[in-house]
């Protein structure tokens, strides 16, 4: 019985580690960019793992995205993916960076603002990085746990794409970054 336990609670563990390991790399990254920042997390939720699936947009248009700055960024639609939580369907859109640059050739971006922000999470939405080798047969995780803050959340002077309306959720999602304890906003 102790064996069978364990090899049901293994890959929780296992997975939950790899989140503090994408947590902890990602908040040294951001304390070089921003070393007056503190950052919080929701608790890690295996509710926010989900299995998605997806449509590929093989014509998907180029949108002009604005963003917190001055800049309009294009982004080329690249799949639509739908996933269900607490019994909910839902839709959003994943998008590819154009131009395409060579050392960023197979990141996609699923930006996105859900019904947390602006009290619990930043108000301009947060993001979630995913690659080109996600997507296969029919199928992609979306791991709500790895969602980050954009710049823009730290300091001003940055250009972070504002979540398209389609990508914009009636649903809490209590996983991924918090609105940050302390910016470089508070040093002012």
Same mark, same amino acid.
């Given at each position: 019985?102790?064996?069978?336990?364990?090899?049901?609670?293994?890959?929780?563990?296992?997975? @939950?580690?790899?989140?503090?390991?994408?947590?902890?790399?990602?908040?040294?990254?951001?304390?070089?960019?921003?070393?007056?920042?503190?950052?919080?997390?929701?608790?890690?939720?295996?509710?926010?793992?989900?299995? @998605?699936?997806?449509?590929?947009?093989? !014509?998907?248009?180029?949108?002009?995205?604005?963003?917190?700055?001055?800049?309009?960024?294009?982004?080329?639609?690249?799949? !639509?993916?739908?996933?269900?939580?607490?019994?909910?369907?839902?839709?959003?859109?994943?998008?590819?960076?154009?131009?395409?640059?060579?050392?960023? !050739?197979?990141?996609?971006?699923?930006?996105?603002?859900? @019904?947390? @922000?602006?009290?619990?999470?930043?108000?301009?939405?947060?993001?979630?990085?995913?690659?080109?080798?996600?997507?296969?047969?029919?199928?992609?995780?979306?791991?709500?746990?790895?969602?980050?803050?954009?710049?823009?959340?730290?300091?001003?002077?940055?250009?972070?794409?504002?979540?398209?309306?389609?990508?914009?959720?009636?649903?809490?999602?209590?996983?991924?970054?918090? !609105?940050?304890?302390?910016?470089?906003?508070?040093?002012?």
């Amino acid at each position: 019985m102790r064996s069978i336990l364990l090899l049901l609670i293994l890959p929780i563990y296992v997975w @939950a580690q790899d989140i503090n390991t994408y947590r902890t790399a990602y908040q040294e990254r951001t304390k070089k960019q921003f070393p007056n920042s503190e950052q919080a997390f929701f608790p890690i939720s295996e509710e926010f793992k989900v299995q @998605a699936k997806y449509r590929l947009l093989k !014509k998907g248009k180029i949108i002009s995205v604005p963003t917190t700055g001055t800049k309009i960024k294009d982004y080329k639609e690249y799949a !639509k993916i739908k996933f269900e939580i607490k019994g909910k369907k839902y839709e959003l859109t994943v998008y590819q960076p154009q131009p395409v640059l060579p050392l960023y !050739k197979d990141l996609l971006f699923l930006p996105l603002k859900d @019904a947390t @922000a602006p009290d619990e999470t930043y108000g301009g939405g947060r993001y979630l990085d995913l690659k080109l080798g996600d997507f296969q047969n029919g199928q992609v995780e979306i791991d709500f746990n790895k969602l980050y803050n954009p710049y823009c959340a730290f300091s001003d002077g940055w250009n972070c794409p504002i979540p398209p309306k389609n990508n914009v959720l009636s649903l809490r999602i209590t996983a991924g970054e918090l !609105k940050p304890l302390k910016t470089e906003y508070d040093q002012h």
